[in-house]
């Protein structure tokens, strides 16, 4: 198996599949000349040219209902956002026609659209460019939702993604592109839906994913020094949500921590932390406890912006206290 | 033209009059939930607008889509069961009024944020542009959403990637209740489109052959690969915006004075005029018509409500 950094391995993803179905093509701000703000599509436009790799204006709206247009044709567009900031300017795309249009038309309307984007805090962008609003898009049914914290799960759920006939937003973290880790060669496919133990362990479980993941399993092998061994469990999609392996987990530890990058009122711990109390309430020794981002707007000072985003301490903090 | 293509025309004109009408008397019964907006006044629009296109040639328009249903060859029993909500409406019931398609019959529906549906119509435009299959997408669209940036975005990038799609701005004088030149900098619609270098139009509405006859005209064009048009369509609707609609923006003279050039009296008359049917075969036809509406309320009467268990299908077309 070959170590990638995540880039490669979306990279690598993306190509795999254009080379396998000729349906599937690429439109957004920069993903052709430019080869990708974060170089992910970088060589795309040499190799599959002009009209697989498709360079749009600065119009998200377009970017996305055009997706969408070109998904009812029986097309497989993965549609770039450049940022998940941009996002809110195609949400009605997003959220009133992408998320409804399978169900409001009675099932005659079929999407296989992919929104590539990427999110996440800490390179000092300030408020506007530094979110991580992943919860709002898991509210909407009819919309699914994955966001990988792995180069490995990035390949695979990228290509489940691109072969799915649903409507997925796949998000991406700006500082995981450099995380490397080892991904299966070919024809690899992680399944949509479907959370995972990222680390086995018996004392408390961690639910996350994306960049937290990161930092969970550093705060788990701190932790691990003290005798302490958290199980991760590590959702991969948000929507739909599969809540099996948390549960079950958190009936051998009894206790929880969730660990997310987004801000915690009305965010993916919220909505964990009840589903654990409706599902499993009698297992419950210490109440259930979320680390997530400050409830600020990014600031640009680093120090003051590293300050709002959680890091490995709070995190092992925060297991100390459900112990 | 042959006489049965005019009749045709005729026929599809006044039976979704027939239609609306009755929609509106199941709405005042409680029968119809939610919005209900009538295209009474409007026919000719959308009658003489799909009459040249082809099985290929896709159409896709806002919420007053009715009418554009059944050019599309919806039949009016799966548009009445779809505004009663019943699951042989042609979206099983869970669309309603606004949201009616048929993909079958290459209509994309029925879509009721206003100006979302163009950079919709730019991607299936695109669809049949990256598979080099003919069609051309005819996008029909209110003088309203000639104000929501959708519009611009859409139009913008039909014209860079050369789209095969037709634009039409439905112009009926006003958005809800606001007159064009009370929220459009332009008043002039068509101009818009000359800011995207889009070469355009404008056609008299209520004239179901002139239309026609402007819609096949750019249609061609942009099949030989022109690129996308831009066709303004100056008419007026009869009736309120929606139905409950107090019409305070709008004189009652005014509302007359267009009725008196209403689209199906007029070919009518011409019609007879013409020489090209007789007073008593239109009688008849409009019997069939009437007839064909009045079996169409009895169907969606009769039909089913939704099985309990379909509200939860569809909401993925995969299973996680």
Known sequence: MARLTMREAISQALWEEMERDPKVFIMGEEVGVWGGTYAVTKGFYDHFGADRVRDTPISEAAIIGGGIGAALT????????????????????????????????????????????????????????????????????????VAPGTPADAKGLLKAAIRSNDPVMFIEHA?????????PEGDYIVPIGKSTIQRPGK????????????????????LAKEGIEAEIVDLRTLRPLDMDPVIESFKKTNRAVIVEEGWKSYGVGS???????????????????????????????????????PNVEDIIQAVKEVL | MEKKEYLDLYHQMVAIRRMEERAAELYQQGKIGGFLHLYIGQEAVSTGLIAPRTPDDRVITAYRDHGVAYNCGLSAREIIAELLGKATGCSKGKGGSMHMADVKKNYWGGHAIVGAHLPLAAGLALGDLYSKTPGVTICMF?????????????????????????????????????????????????KKADGYAILNDEVDGM??????????????????????RFLEINTYRFRGHSMGDPERYRKADEVHRYQENDPIGMFRKYLIAAGIASEEEIVKLEDVIEEEVRDAVEFAENSPEPAPEELYTNVYFETY
């Open chain 1, 175 to 183: 500082t995981l592109y450099q995380t490397r880790g080892e991904v």
């Open chain 1, 74 to 145: 029986g097309l497989r567009p993965v549609a770039e956002l450049m940022t998940i900031n941009f996002a809110f300017s195609a949400m009605d795309h997003i959220v009133n026609e992408a998320a409804k249009m399978h169900y409001m038309f009675g099932g005659q309307m079929v999407l296989p659209l992919v929104i590539r984007t990427v999110g996440g805090g800490g390179r000092q962008l300030g408020a506007t460019h530094s979110q991580t609003p992943d919860a709002i898009f898991a509210h909407f049914p009819g919309l699914v939702v």
């Open chain 2, 142 to 190: 209110g003088d309203g959403a000639t104000n929501i940036g959708y519009f611009h975005e859409a139009l913008n990038l039909s014209k860079v990637w050369n789209l095969p799609v037709l634009w039409v701005c439905e112009n009926n004088q006003y958005g809800m209740g606001t007159a064009v030149d009370r929220a459009s900098a332009v008043s002039d619609i068509r």
């Open chain 1, 271 to 309: 909505e964990i932390t009840a589903r654990i109390y409706e599902e499993a309430f009698d297992y419950v020794d210490a109440p259930v406890k979320r680390v997530a981002q400050k409830e600020v707007p990014l600031p640009y000072n680093r120090t003051l912006e590293q300050s709002a985003i």
């Open chain 2, 207 to 228: 004239d179901v052959l002139a239309v026609k006859e402007a819609s096949a005209k750019m249609l061609e064009e942009i099949r030989a690969g022109g690129g996308p």
């Open chain 1, 203 to 222: 004392d408390v479980t961690i639910v996350t994913y994306s960049k937290m993941l990161e930092l969970s399993l550093k705060a788990a092998d701190q």
